[in-house]
């Protein structure tokens, strides 16, 4: 059974980048990448996730290659989520239903009885796409399954929408919570990084790590500090899913009981890690000892930052 899981999705993306590369059928979905970027520093991950009838063999062998624990992939629709991805010079990225009959199919934990050995998870990484009340309901089902689990959230396409209101209710219920700056911008209405964190720590955040692609993360707690993490640049052939591989890697550094800063280091390595490759990061042993090189590193960037 995993020790880390996500909640979240599968997708399969057709994409399309700025300089007329074009990628289709490929394995995707924030929670996909969230425990592949977890994959670089445990073999103990799992996906709770819904998938359609059509899920090619393919991609259910790239999820067992990845040791995935499966048993709540569920089959809940007739086809599986598929959309363009279009990624413009600036990392910017718009996403466009292939069909927009078939949007995302959530797995929601109030239908389904999760197996009693997910009762000692250590961390969830949170991508939902119901709705607030369901989101709600969700969070607190975790916590009674394991009231010392870490729960990591990055808001939705549809959470993006959420009133102040919803998120001050949200946010406490959480350990972390990691939008990326547009996301951010959206939700509290701020343009700058640094008010950005102060509005979602006011409004009730544990811990915010503000994802600012290849700027790095800002990471603001409680305390009222502030921390640039610098991300670790090395060949870059795809940006898709870096932000979720780098909860994936800060969750399990969290829950590890690594530093604040540190797990966002991890974070890093995880990112890196998948924009170097097509499609899902696939994990060899190879990348025990190079993942370890690339957190040295990201603390040599840290030092010399500061």
């Not at 949007?103 to 709705?131: A, M, R, W």
């Not at 209710?169 to 102060?198: M, Q, Y």
């Not at 991300?231 to 870096?242: E, F, L, N, P, S």
């Not at 000892?289 to 960037?301: A, C, I, P, S, V």
Request: hydrophobic share 40%.
């Amino acid at each position: 059974m995993p020790d880390y899981i996500s909640l979240s999705n599968v997708f399969i993306d057709d994409i399309l980048f700025w300089d007329d590369r074009m990628f289709l059928n490929v394995l995707g979905g924030a929670g996909v990448h969230a425990m592949a970027g977890a994959r670089v520093w445990s073999d103990r991950i799992g996906l709770l996730a819904s998938v359609g009838k059509d899920f090619q063999q393919e991609h259910l062998e790239i999820l067992n290659e990845l040791n995935f624990d499966l048993s709540m992939l569920k089959v809940l629709q007739d086809k599986t989520t598929r959309a363009w991805q279009i990624f413009q010079p600036d990392e910017r990225r718009v996403e466009i239903f292939r069909d927009e009959k078939i949007k995302v199919s959530q797995l929601n934990l109030t239908l389904f009885d999760l197996p009693e050995e997910y009762k000692l998870i250590k961390g969830c990484h949170f991508y939902f796409s119901g709705s607030y009340e369901e989101s709600l309901e969700n969070i607190r089902l975790l916590r009674k399954l394991n009231p010392s689990m870490k729960i990591i959230m990055e808001p939705s396409i549809y959470q993006v929408l959420w009133a102040k209101e919803k998120y001050i209710k949200i946010l406490p219920e959480v350990d972390l919570f990691s939008p990326n700056l547009l996301e951010g911008e959206k939700i509290t209405g701020e343009k700058d990084p640094h008010r950005i964190i102060d509005a979602l720590l006011s409004w009730g955040a544990r811990r915010v790590s503000l994802r600012m692609g290849e700027k790095g993360s800002i990471l603001g707690s409680e305390t009222g500090s502030y921390q640039k993490i610098p991300a670790i640049k090395k060949t870059i052939i795809d940006v898709t899913g870096a932000g979720n591989a780098y909860l994936g890697g800060l969750m399990v550094g969290l829950c590890e009981g690594k530093s604040f800063i540190e797990s966002a280091l991890m974070g890093a390595v995880s990112a890196s890690f998948t924009m170097e490759q097509f499609g899902v990061c696939r994990f060899n042993a190879d990348m025990w000892t190079e993942r370890d090189k690339r957190l040295e590193e990201g603390r040599m960037n840290l030092e010399l930052q500061d």
